[in-house]
DNA sequence: TTGCGATGTATCGGTCCGATACATCGCGGC
DNA sequence: GCCGCGATGTATCGGACCGATACATCGCAA
């Protein structure tokens, strides 16, 4: 998962882990707390062995930035390669069971702006049916085994149905507008053309992976 | 965290590994998937190790069950110690950080029943003001970071701020039940229970597992 | 000038998961 | 009679991720 979320985020411009972390922290926020530099350095060391990224000099700001100022110093700044394109395109069209589970889900939503259609429908229903389970399960214990447990454990688990039933509301509904092709309630600019060009920012859309 | 479950469901009744995951999946099933053998039975053995739980011969069942005719094979069933059960008192009254993140809240949470009411309000106040910061965070993204972001990564934090928001409410009932010194409130299915009548059933206090 | 909080890179031990392997039991179908 | 199959049951291995920790620099304010 880190992974994924490492070579989307290298994909909007290339950072040094610090920056990273934050801006995975902000893109992520919703669903986990911050990820630990534990797991990020060696990820990052990882995706480099692979090739999937490489180190990269340091450069000054573009844009209108405020002018750098500063001096770099030992910061390391890693850039996606065309390799981990690919390797980005190809995670984020897969869809296996881990991709359903709540931080699986998470991570592959925010970047659903890269992810063709397609896609995505049959991740929301993929997670639609997770969330499913995970409430039959609930409305089980609650009704068969109510009386094994503590009122507490009890009140746990009513809350946890209640999530559950929202999540699935909240899903029913991105999934009609889905199918409408609309984005989520804010209207996306650009739509999704037919047409890619290789090494600019990816329009939504465009990866073609399903093979059962 | 498992740790504590495990000595906490072996207080009820010895139990063999994969009983103990069902229990395991009953009690928790709002809060995780359901625990996988490759952290149950490791823990297992840390456990015994450390003289929390013993091995225990297997009974005959006792009861209305089936009776056994068969022979009893591998299963390994668990007792808890005298030992395992201070530890489990030390683990369930003391509270880190670790205590108010996700997994931590839901297990403390669930083993409510056996926690005083004192730790229990600290628990509960420590979880909300953690989930407050959550929820804090993410306004601040929406508010300040928001035209930085796509609209699906902009509805994951909407959809998670709203989470949090009812979570907090939730927290806040809790707190306020405990402050008065009831249960949480057990509406039924099926009756649109709004009402909170005096049928809490059992005081928070000593468990109450029927166990033949 | 000293100390402190933000920035920045990095490792280590430990927890937990997913895949996998293997063995037994009761049951229904052929 | 016996075959397969799903539930029961124990166990390990590699890998992902976390929390604590260490250490160094920078800008700023007391």
């Known amino acids: 998962m880190l992974e994924l979320a490492i070579l989307g985020l290298l994909q909007e411009s290339p950072m040094h882990g610090y920056e990273l972390r934050k801006e995975l922290t902000a893109k992520l926020g919703a669903i986990r707390a911050a990820i630990s530099y534990?797991?990020?350095?060696?990820?990052?060391?990882?995706?480099?062995?692979?090739?999937?990224?490489?180190?990269?000099?340091e450069t000054p700001a573009t844009a209108e930035e405020v002018p750098a100022?500063?001096?770099?110093?030992?910061?390391?700044?890693?850039?996606?390669?065309?390799?981990?394109?690919?390797?980005?395109?190809?995670?984020?069209?897969?869809?296996?069971?881990?991709?359903?589970?709540?931080?699986?889900?998470g991570v592959h939503f925010a970047f659903f702006s890269r992810?063709?259609?397609?896609?995505?429908?049959?991740?929301?229903?993929?997670?639609r049916r997770t969330i499913e389970e995970r409430r039959?399960?609930?409305?089980?214990?609650?009704?068969?085994?109510?009386?094994?447990?503590?009122?507490?454990?009890l009140e746990l688990q009513r809350h946890g149905l209640d999530a559950c039933e929202r999540e699935v509301r909240w899903l029913e509904e991105l999934i009609a507008n889905e199918r409408s092709g609309r984005a989520p309630t804010v209207p996306q600019l650009g739509t999704a053309g037919g047409r890619r060009d290789d090494n600019s920012p990816p329009p939504p859309g465009e990866s073609r992976t399903e093979r059962p």
């Open 38 to 57: 534990g797991s990020l350095y060696p990820t990052l060391r990882r995706l480099q062995a692979a090739g999937w990224i490489t180190e990269a000099a």
């Open 69 to 105: 100022l500063t001096s770099r110093r030992g910061r390391v700044v890693y850039k996606i390669t065309a390799e981990g394109k690919e390797r980005f395109a190809q995670l984020i069209a897969q869809a296996g069971p881990e991709t359903y589970d709540d931080t699986g889900f």
């Open 115 to 127: 992810t063709d259609q397609a896609t995505r429908l049959r991740i929301l229903e993929g997670r």
């Open 136 to 153: 039959e399960g609930l409305r089980d214990v609650l009704g068969r085994a109510a009386e094994r447990l503590d009122a507490y454990t």
